[in-house]
T-cell receptor, first 112, second 110 residues
Framework: DSGVTQTPKHLITATGQRVTLRCSPR?????VYWYQQSLDQGLQFLIQ???????AKGNILERFSAQQFPDLHSELNLSSLELGDSALYFC???????????FGPGTRLTVL | EDQVTQSPEALRLQEGESSSLNCSYT??????LFWYRQDPGKGPEFLFT???AGEEKEKERLKATLTKKESFLHITAPKPEDSATYLC???????????FGKGTKLSVIP
């Protein structure tokens, strides 16, 4: 158990819908990262927050957004969902940006 | 742009048959190289961080080494429970993210 929690574990929804994925980092970690993992692309970095502020953006679509709250939990919002958005979404946390990242169990999103 | 290439893509070993996985990387100012283990449908599990060429780290049957261009994950006398996908990732100077390779899927046959 990494200490990072993610909810829900599974999410099934339809195209065009909007969903919210939630992540709670390890106790004491200030950085939260979101990754997308699909079969053909591997793990792709989406976005990072550090102590409530956006720190870095990767291959994140404009339809996706995230935020980190004062209690340090984070939410990833996915809107106007498409079939291609079906993937595993992982949250990771670290003490700071140069430390090893610890991953949560992931949310499996299926868009029908 | 940081790049990570892992080889082989898949590896089948008999129980007890030692081998090595390779991770070649291109990064501007290596800040750290990370090895993770991932079981199907689960989140990556952190194994090692290496910071500079010549560094080595060990954990049970696994040993990670680092040169200026690549890292190796040596698996000694593997057991079936070592079967998983092993991921390599790097972070460079001025970067806040991990760049992952596509992984090596290891199968250890009893």
């Amino acid at each position: 158990d990494s200490g990072v929690t993610q909810t829900p574990k599974h999410l099934i929804t339809a195209t065009g819908q909007r969903v919210t994925l939630r992540c709670s980092p390890r106790s004491g970690d200030l950085s939260v990262y979101w990754y997308q993992q699909s079969l053909d692309q591997g793990l792709q970095f989406l976005i990072q927050y550090y102590n409530g502020e956006e720190r870095a953006k990767g291959n994140i679509l404009e339809r996706f957004s995230a935020q980190q709250f004062p209690d340090l939990h984070s939410e990833l919002n996915l809107s106007s969902l498409e079939l291609g958005d079906s993937a595993l979404y992982f949250c990771a946390s670290s003490a700071d940006y140069y430390n090893e990242q610890f991953f949560g169990p992931g949310t499996r999103l299926t868009v029908l | 742009e940081d790049q990570v290439t892992q080889s082989p893509e898949a590896l089948r070993l008999q129980e007890g048959e030692s081998s090595s996985l390779n991770c070649s990387y291109t990064v501007s100012g290596l800040r750290g190289l990370f090895w993770y283990r991932q079981d199907p449908g689960k989140g990556p599990e952190f194994l090692f961080t290496l910071y500079s060429a010549g560094e080595e780290k060990e954990k049970e049957r696994l040993k990670a080494t680092l040169t200026k261009k690549e890292s190796f994950l040596h698996i000694t006398a593997p057991k079936p429970e070592d079967s998983a996908t092993y991921l390599c990732a790097v972070t460079g100077a001025g970067s806040y993210q991990l760049t992952f390779g596509k992984g090596t899927k290891l199968s250890v046959i009893p």
